[in-house]
């Protein structure tokens, strides 16, 4: 059926339909027959490509052929144990990073389109739009449009209220399309189909109402579906600094396995055993783990995230939001609880009090303390009809288990909160709207800062209410009504009016003025025409005041920012006075802060705000097309910026800054594709939250980066020192562990014990440090030094347990070489503690708090054990059963690292204190 070139009723026949939209029923069928609203994309990663990317590695190459080779020699003793270590290895990884990307997939469901649709409506009742996600959609829904919002499938128009569409992805066109209800030739191209809504096409403008006709791979997009396929997964600035760390390891590998070949050949060791053993110090001198523990960290850190209330759509934002060092934030339900509740209003040149509080219509009008009967206040009544009919959103009630009833609203809180306060008093909207009827209306836009609403009552009588900013609205006005009389507005009286304002700006309240006119329908086109030149038509009818309070978390969020080094700007189409107020008391604002209001910045030249911007606090009053102005101020500044968003103007300031935030509660689908984060909460503190989780993200990724280096470097340095030492000393040659011993320690130890480390939960002073530079390197200084400190501890300790216990037992190399071996592993247990925190002793941290290192530090043992008293493993490894005695000096040697780190910590605490 050609959609487009048929009347709606034969859409809806042909679909089975109704504008009363599908039951439950129906739609579960449907979803049988149509299959979800999905385009085909590249299949996820399977299971079994996890599995064998745990073999694509170099390292795991350069193991099997080594494999191989004793496999010829008929070594099948050293074959059955680099086969062990490979499977062990292989299983640990595949586990980790299946489940890594399980949750990664997961998340990403998290942060799917959604969409509104009418279903489930009673006959006899009125029809309540519900929310779901767009793959839930089937052909036969009905789907309202807003501005901002992305169409979840192709649709037939209806309804269509200055309705504009952006159909550039589609068409190439960059103009908005206008649409319309009326049915088109057939042979329309895709262009020309102006009462077509179009998946994946984006509502600039009005709304309107829409019949879904074809979903998933039979929409229009569906069909050139191989032009949008995802393209190969980017990595994280993160994920390529390890890399190049890898590389730079790799290139350390060679030039030690070549020294130990050397030196090898020098001491006459036999080739075989020789070849197998450089093998083993290449291996060992890589740290081969880290890019899989990169993507487990990662795994783990936006799990945290989004257990926070932040969803990560863009991997690299993990790494950015721990370098952030402004975050710009709306006002109005992130740093506020964005439940509008309205307290005053000015009409017929008095105030009214109104009590209440939240979304529950009850509560009194008051004069002077005193309950009012409303009908003695003649303009009040009027004014509440403006409220309501210039209003887009719903006020909904349902029973809880409890028996009481909760009221949600539907549509914007602010827009909400005049429903509620119409409700008070017995008006209701759905009974007012039957006489009232909408035919046309301009939306309210951050440009005119004003709504402004149609309503039929006869061809000759068509009201027009306007609502939005006072100033703006007294700018159109040339009447004011006084106790229901129209008389001239004067000058005296706009500053009366603007006297008002300021004064319930002051105490934190948000305003919105209110005024109406009476047209005739054939009047409508030039009388927007007139509006348009800023013609004075309308007459005033009062300002209703409304106060959203803080979150009571937000207070103790901005410190703990300040404290972090991170600066904290509010950017509200708020008053500026009201704007000072929140900020003042949330602690945004100090009194040597600027505040800068939309209509100065525009007059502001790129050097003059670049002079000014790290002393504002405020920005009151402005656009969203003036945030990317301050993003990229701040960004000259060389500012890490994270801007929150929730329009679809919002677009372009959020994809300027370096972290994108919208909001998953009131955010339109265009601010959510154009942000790197989505808030679950709308919350402001879970910015905060973010941003310590990616602190502890890079600051975990070095422990494990050190974990690894260190264990590395010490295994190097005694296989190294053990090859120039025993000629000299033994005045024989011997290696100091066999090559499968230094596997079982590179491979078997360290893999169970790193990944441990990248679940390490924050440290407690990690906001209490200024944010770091995002090109700094993850391997720095303070990292070398202690690695190179706990190496030669490391080096240090196994010699000497290795020549005592040469000395202890008679030259017997084995038993030498379990205990050596045994204390190069016990080293690894005790540096894994070491490495929790770069600063803070283990018994500040909690010896147990860290239980998936506990436990891997309980397998590391059990399978230490297991290594030198089961006969299975003595035959594989050469290694022999120790005694009790052995044991106590293997912990006493190998706890000097944890020891020696420990009074590194305390002396560099004690350093601290006397600078401070």
């Not at 299946?98 to 006899?124: H, T």
């Not at 440090?769 to 995002?774: G, M, T, Y």
């Amino acid at each position: 059926m050609k959609w487009h070139g048929n009347n709606i009723e034969d859409v809806f026949k042909h679909l089975k339909t109704s504008p009363r939209g599908l039951t439950d029923v129906e739609v579960e069928k449907r979803l049988t027959i149509y299959g979800r609203n999905q385009i085909q994309e590249e299949e996820p990663i399977s299971k079994i490509h996890i599995l064998l990317a745990q073999l694509k590695n170099p390292i795991i190459y350069i193991i099997l052929i080594t494999a191989i080779i004793t496999f010829i020699f008929e070594k099948y003793a050293d074959t059955i144990v680099i086969g062990f270590v490979v499977l062990f290895n292989t299983i640990i990884g595949y586990i980790q990073e299946l489940k890594a990307e399980s949750s990664l997939q997961a998340l990403k469901m998290m942060v799917s389109p959604e969409c509104d649709v009418i279903r489930n409506c009673p006959e006899d009742r009125m029809c309540v739009e519900m929310r779901i996600k767009a793959t839930e959609i089937v052909p036969g829904d009905i789907i309202l449009l807003e501005g901002g919002d992305k169409v979840p499938a192709d649709a037939r128009i209806f309804e269509a209220i200055n309705l504009e569409i952006d159909e550039s992805m589609l068409t190439g066109e960059s103009v908005s399309v206008k649409k319309t209800m009326k049915a088109i030739n057939d042979d329309a191209i895709v262009a020309e189909r102006t009462n077509i809504a179009y998946a994946g096409t984006v509502v600039t403008y009005g709304r309107g109402k829409a019949v879904i006709v074809e979903t998933g791979m039979n929409t229009e997009i569906g069909q050139i579906a191989e032009l949008i396929k995802k393209t190969e997964k980017e990595k994280t600035p993160l994920q390529l600094k390890l890399s190049g760390l890898v590389k730079i390891f790799a290139i350390i590998a060679l030039i030690a396995s070549v020294a130990t070949f050397v030196i090898g050949l020098i001491d006459g060791i036999e080739l075989f055993d020789l070849f197998f053993f450089t093998v083993a110090t290449a291996v060992s001198a890589i740290p081969e783990g880290l890019p899989v523990v990169m993507t487990i960290t990662l795994a783990v850190g936006v799990n945290r995230m989004a257990r926070r209330k932040a969803i990560i759509r863009k991997l690299h934002a993990v790494d950015t939001l721990g370098a952030a060092t402004i975050i710009c934030t709306d006002k109005t339900g992130t740093l506020t609880t964005n439940q509008m509740t309205a307290r005053k209003i000015f009409v017929d040149d008095q105030f009214i009090d109104v009590t209440g509080v939240g979304f529950t219509p009850e509560g009194k009008f008051l004069i002077n303390d005193e309950e009012i009967d409303i009908n003695r206040i003649k303009t009040l009544r009027p004014l509440l009809f403006n409220a309501l009919l210039c209003n887009n959103a719903r006020l909904r009630s349902h029973k809880l288990d409890t028996g009481e009833s909760k009221w949600e609203i539907y549509g914007d809180p602010t827009e909400g909160a005049l429903l509620v306060l119409s409700s008070k008093i017995g008006i209701h909207k759905e009974e007012i709207e039957e006489n009232y009827t909408r035919i046309d209306e301009i939306p309210f836009n951050s440009k005119l800062k004003y709504m402004v609403t149609f309503h039929k009552i006869s061809p000759d009588e068509i009201h027009v209410y306007i609502k939005g900013a006072p100033e703006e609205i007294l700018n159109l006005c040339s009447k004011i009504s006084i106790n229901g009389n129209p008389v001239d507005l004067t000058q005296n009286e706009i500053e009366k009016i603007n006297g008002v304002t300021t004064e319930m700006a002051k105490n934190a309240l948000r305003n919105l003025a209110f005024a109406n006119h009476t047209i005739s329908e054939n009047q409508i086109e030039s009388f927007k025409e007139a509006l348009e030149k800023g013609e004075k038509s309308f007459m005033f009818l009062g300002v209703i005041g409304m106060i959203d309070p803080p979150r009571p978390e937000v207070k103790k969020s901005i410190k703990l920012c300040r404290e972090a080094g991170i600066q904290v700007i509010m950017a509200t189409g708020d008053h500026k006075i009201t704007a000072e107020a929140i900020g003042t008391e949330i602690g945004i604002h100090e009194k040597d802060c600027f505040i800068i209001t939309g209509e100065e910045l525009k007059l502001m030249s790129d050097k003059e705000l670049d002079e000014k911007i790290d002393k504002t606090s405020i920005f009151a009053r402005v656009s969203p097309e003036e945030k990317f102005k301050i993003v990229s101020s701040l960004k000259r500044k060389n500012h890490i910026v994270c801007m929150t968003g929730d329009g679809v103007n919002d677009a372009p300031a959020l994809k300027a800054a370096d972290i994108g935030i919208s909001m998953g509660i009131t955010g339109t689908e265009v601010a959510k594709e154009a942000s790197e984060m989505v808030l679950t909460d709308d919350n402001f503190t879970s910015i905060v939250s973010a941003i310590e989780e990616g602190r502890v993200i890079f600051y975990n990724v070095r422990k494990v980066v050190k974990y690894l280096v260190c264990t590395n470097v010490g295994e190097i340095a005694v296989i190294l020192m053990a090859l120039i030492l025993f000629p000299l000393i033994f005045q024989e040659m011997f290696l100091i562990f066999t090559p499968v011993q230094i596997l079982w320690v590179n491979l078997v130890t360290d893999g169970v014990l790193d990944v441990t480390l990248a679940m390490e939960g924050k440290e407690s002073n990690v906001m209490k440090e200024k944010p770091r530079n995002p090109d700094e390197p993850i391997f720095n200084r303070e990292i070398f030094i202690n690695i190179v400190y706990i190496g030669t501890l490391m080096m240090i300790g196994t010699l000497l347990m290795f020549f005592f216990s040469m000395n202890q037992y008679n030259n017997n190399l084995n038993k030498a070489r379990t205990i050596a071996f045994t204390t190069m592993a016990m080293f690894q247990v005790f540096n894994a503690l070491n490495c929790r925190s770069r600063t803070k002793s283990l018994f500040e941290l909690g010896i147990f708090s860290n239980k998936y290192l506990i436990g891997a530090i309980i397998i590391s043992i059990t399978l230490q054990v297991c290594a030198v008293y089961l006969f299975f493993f003595n035959s594989l490894l050469g290694t022999t059963p120790i005694f009790l005695i052995d044991w106590l000096l293997i912990i006493l040697v190998s706890s000097s690292v944890f020891i020696g780190d420990e009074l590194r910590k305390l002396i560099r605490k004690q350093i601290i204190k006397r600078k401070n």
